[in-house]
């Protein structure tokens, strides 16, 4: 088993940043792929953004390309989503997932509450 614990997130207003940490334990981070999904009430969950294992490779949805940073600290067993210049439409819980490859993240967190106040 991996577990993913995800801590960050909490109520900032629009225009704030916030940083969003994922720490995994049960085997090493240092190969997996990493990525972040956010899921509002109601809707379908939807991908944020991801990162290689060696942190050399991103890749953002257009909605947050150019305000988040995905992240990668190998020898901390951590990823991180460094979000800036927050909108109201962040708001969503956010979760970390991992795997062999970006293309199959199944192992997840447990989610962390982004809520962006306007």
């Known amino acids: 088993q991996v577990q993913l614990v995800e801590s960050g997130g909490g109520l900032v207003q629009a225009g704030g940043s916030l940083r969003l940490s994922c720490a995994a334990s049960?085997?090493?981070?240092?190969?997996?792929?990493m990525g972040w999904f956010r899921q509002a009430p109601g809707k379908e969950r939807e991908f944020v953004a991801d990162?290689?294992?060696?942190?050399?490779?991103?890749y953002y949805a257009d909605s947050v390309k150019g305000r988040f940073t995905i992240s990668r600290d190998n020898a901390k067993n951590t990823g991180y989503l460094q979000m800036n210049s927050l909108k109201p439409e962040d708001t969503a819980v956010y979760y970390c997932?991992?795997?062999?490859?970006?293309?199959?993240?199944?192992?997840w967190g447990q989610g962390t509450q982004v809520t962006v106040s306007s």
């Open positions: 997932a991992a795997g062999d490859r970006t293309v199959d993240l199944n192992y």
């Open positions: 049960g085997r090493t981070f240092s190969r997996y792929a």
């Open positions: 990162i290689n294992w060696s942190g050399t490779n991103t």
